[in-house]
C-alpha cells in the first residue's frame, strides 16, 4: 500500500488498485470543535500581556490565520477577493465634493492642490489598495496616524502621516484595571509566536481629539450581528468549502503521481520461460554464466524483459506499469493454441470517481462564489467555465458597482476622511472614481474595441 499526505489531516491510500480517501479528525491540540464556536464570548478569554487585556480575534485568536492560510493556496477564493478590490478601487481616489441638484445627489470632481500633495506624502493610492484587501479578507482595517510636530512650536498640531497596518498581526486590548473593557488600545506582533518581546501598544485614535496622541490606531470594522469588537467575515462560513477546492487538484495530482491502476494484461507462454531456462543452464555449461544454476537468474531475466517491455509501453501510452500473467499452451485435439505474448489493454475504473470529484468541486466552488458575493462573469469567467455574453456582464458589472462598493469604500478610506477632515477643516473628500460602461449599440463603430470594419451604407 502507499499512502501520500496531500494536506494537514487529509491522506491518499492506494492499495490493491483502489483508492482511498482518509482524513484525521479530533487531531487539534485542544478539544475546540467549530460546530459549538460562541462569537459573543470572545472577551471573556483574554490574553494577559503586561498591564493590558487582549481580545482574541476568534476563540482560539487566529481567525485571520485560518482564513490566510486556507485562502492564500486557493486560486478561486484569493482570485475573487482580489477582484473585489480591483473593482472597487478601479480608477483610483480622487477629491470631491457631494452636492444635489434638487432631484438627486451627485460627485462633484474637486481640483485641491495643497490636499493632493498631502495625500500624496504617504501614497495614499498604495493605502486604499492595502485597505482594502484587508477589508475584503478580515472586514477590519487598521492605520498608524502620526501626529504634526507643530506643538512643539507652541502651534495646534493635527494628523500628518497615514500608515498601514496589517489587520492579521493587530489586536483589540483594554487595561487590566478597566471596568467597562472597552478596548481602547492596539497591540501589534506576530500572535503565532507568542514573543511579548515585539509586541507594540499604541492607543486608539480619538474622533473627538484626533491630535490627542503623537501616534495612534486608526481602527475601523463592519459590525457584525452580536459582536462588539470584531466583525466576523463572511468568507469564515466558506472555509471548509474553499479547503474542499484546493484538495481537489491535489487529490487528482497524487492519484496521477501514485496510482496503482492497471493499465496492460500480459500473457506470455510458459514454454518461452522454460526456453529461457534450457539457455541459462546451457550458458552455464559452457562457461559464459557463472553457475551454479539458480532459478533467481530466470526471476532476474524476467525483469529485465517486463522493464524493457515497460519501457516500450509508457513510451507509447506513458504508462509504465502492468499486470504480468502466464499460461500454459495446451493442445485440444490436433489443434494447438498460440505460444506468443498476449498484451490486452484494461479498462479503467475511474471515470466514476472522477466525475464524482469534479461534482463535488463544482458544487463547492458555487458555495465560495456565493459567500464572496460576486458575480461570476465579473471574475473573467462564467459559471460554466466559458464567457458569459456581453450584455450579462454589462448587468453584473453595474449592478455590483451600485450595490456593492458603496459600503466597502466608506470604510476603507474612513482613515484618509476622517483625518482629511480633522487637519484641513473641509467638506471635500477622497472617493473611487468608476465609470458606467456602455452598451456596444450606443457606442459608434467607430469608437468600439473592435470595429466591425463593415463598408457604410449611403444612409450611413
Known amino acids: 500500500m502507499s499512502t501520500h499526505r496531500f494536506s494537514k489531516n487529509g491522506y491518499l491510500s492506494l492499495s490493491g488498485g483502489y483508492l482511498n480517501y482518509y482524513e484525521v479528525v479530533g487531531s487539534r491540540s485542544t478539544d475546540y470543535n467549530d460546530l459549538t464556536e460562541k462569537f459573543n464570548d470572545w472577551e471573556e478569554n483574554t490574553i494577559s500581556i503586561g498591564e493590558y487585556e487582549v481580545i482574541p480575534f476568534g476563540k482560539q485568536n487566529n481567525i485571520p490565520s485560518e482564513i490566510q492560510e486556507t485562502v492564500l493556496p486557493n486560486s478561486f477564493a484569493y482570485r475573487a477577493l482580489n477582484r473585489k478590490a480591483e473593482l472597487l478601487i478601479e480608477q483610483g481616489p480622487y477629491i470631491y465634493l457631494q452636492k444635489a441638484d434638487g432631484r438627486k445627489y451627485f460627485r462633484e470632481p474637486v481640483e485641491n492642490e495643497k490636499l493632493t500633495q498631502w495625500l500624496e506624502s504617504f501614497n495614499h ?27 512643539r512650536l507652541g502651534q495646534k498640531s493635527s494628523p500628518e502621516y497615514i500608515e498601514h497596518l496589517n489587520a492579521k498581526d493587530c489586536r483589540l ?11 481602547t488600545h492596539v497591540i501589534i506582533g506576530d500572535w503565532e509566536i507568542d514573543d511579548l518581546r515585539e509586541m507594540q501598544v499604541y492607543p486608539l485614535y480619538d474622533h473627538k481629539n484626533p491630535a490627542k496622541y503623537a501616534v495612534s490606531i486608526h481602527y475601523k470594522h463592519l459590525y457584525t450581528y452580536g459582536m462588539n469588537n470584531y466583525p466576523l467575515p463572511e468568507i469564515h ?10 484538495n481537489t487538484p491535489k487529490i487528482f495530482k497524487a492519484f496521477a503521481k501514485n496510482s496503482l491502476n492497471i493499465k496492460w494484461h500480459i500473457q506470455s507462454p510458459a514454454k518461452f ?3 529461457k531456462r534450457e539457455i541459462i543452464k546451457q550458458n552455464i555449461k559452457a562457461g559464459v554464466v557463472e553457475g551454479p ?15 524493457q517491455l515497460s519501457l516500450l509501453l509508457s513510451g507509447v501510452e506513458n504508462v509504465g506499469k502492468f499486470w504480468h500473467n502466464e499460461y500454459v499452451v495446451k493442445l485440444v485435439g ?11 489493454p484494461i479498462e479503467q475504473k475511474t471515470k466514476e470517481w472522477v466525475e464524482s470529484q469534479i461534482k463535488i468541486y463544482d458544487t463547492a466552488i458555487f458555495a465560495v462564489q456565493a459567500s464572496l458575493g460576486v458575480h461570476a462573469s465579473l471574475l473573467m469567467v462564467g459559471a460554466d467555465g466559458k ?21 466597502p469604500e466608506y470604510y476603507v478610506l474612513a482613515s484618509i476622511n476622517d483625518t ?17 460602461p456602455e452598451r456596444m449599440q450606443d457606442v459608434s463603430d467607430s469608437q468600439r474595441m473592435a470595429p466591425s470594419n463593415n463598408p457604410k451604407t449611403p444612409t450611413e
Open 334 to 344: 490436433a489443434t494447438a493454441s498460440e505460444q506468443g505474448w498476449k498484451i490486452t
Open 387 to 407: 464567457s458569459d455574453s456581453g450584455s450579462e456582464q454589462l448587468y453584473a458589472y453595474v449592478t455590483h458597482q451600485k450595490t456593492a462598493t458603496p459600503i
Open 173 to 183: 486590548a483594554f487595561k487590566r484595571t478597566s471596568k467597562t473593557k472597552k478596548p
Open 420 to 436: 482629511t477632515k480633522a487637519k484641513f477643516k473641509t467638506k471635500e473628500k477622497v472617493g473611487f472614481y468608476r465609470t458606467t
Open 125 to 151: 493610492e498604495e493605502l486604499c489598495h492595502n485597505n482594502a484587501i484587508d477589508f475584503f479578507f478580515n472586514k477590519c482595517i487598521y492605520n498608524k496616524i502620526y501626529r504634526s510636530r507643530s506643538s
Open 293 to 307: 544454476y539458480k532459478e533467481q537468474m530466470l526471476e532476474d531475466l524476467k525483469t529485465e524483459i517486463l522493464d
Open 273 to 275: 520461460w522454460e526456453d
Open 237 to 246: 462560513g466558506s472555509l471548509d468549502w474553499i479547503t474542499n477546492t484546493t
